[in-house]
């Protein structure tokens, strides 16, 4: 078996990284929303529900993300990275540059039919 040349390390490290900095994003971002204990003041409540939803909905955003980056890093390690998942197609270089993570190639990513 083919091991992993240096340009797969590349992404390998990129993914990790990316990995890395969504964490720590949103890590900062539940820092920032200070959802403390003190609930004293009844008038902040709802904004501080409302925070809590966008909250969620980033961290839904970015636990997806880092699923996908999960998928591609397990597909490096079995040798099937930058192939599309529908079609079978290796990726395009252009789209697994701005998004390595990426499990379509352009036409399945755009919805493009078979
Ligand atoms: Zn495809």
Redesign the pocket.
């Known amino acids: 078996m083919k091991k992993n040349d240096a340009k797969t390390e590349e992404i390998k490290k990129k993914l990790e990284q990316s990995k890395q900095e969504i964490k720590e994003e949103l890590e900062k971002f539940k820092e920032s929303l200070d959802f403390g204990d003190e609930t004293d003041h009844m008038e902040e409540e709802s904004d501080e529900s409302e925070e809590m939803g966008t909250y969620m909905g980033i961290k839904k955003l970015q636990d997806a993300r880092l699923e996908a980056i999960d998928r591609a890093l397990a597909k490096i390690e079995n040798g099937t990275y930058g192939f ?6 290796p ?1 395009e270089k252009e789209i697994l540059d701005i998004d390595p993570e990426s499990a ?6 755009h919805g493009g039919g078979a």
């Open positions: 599309c998942e529908r079609c079978g197609k990726i379509l190639c352009k036409n399945c990513k």
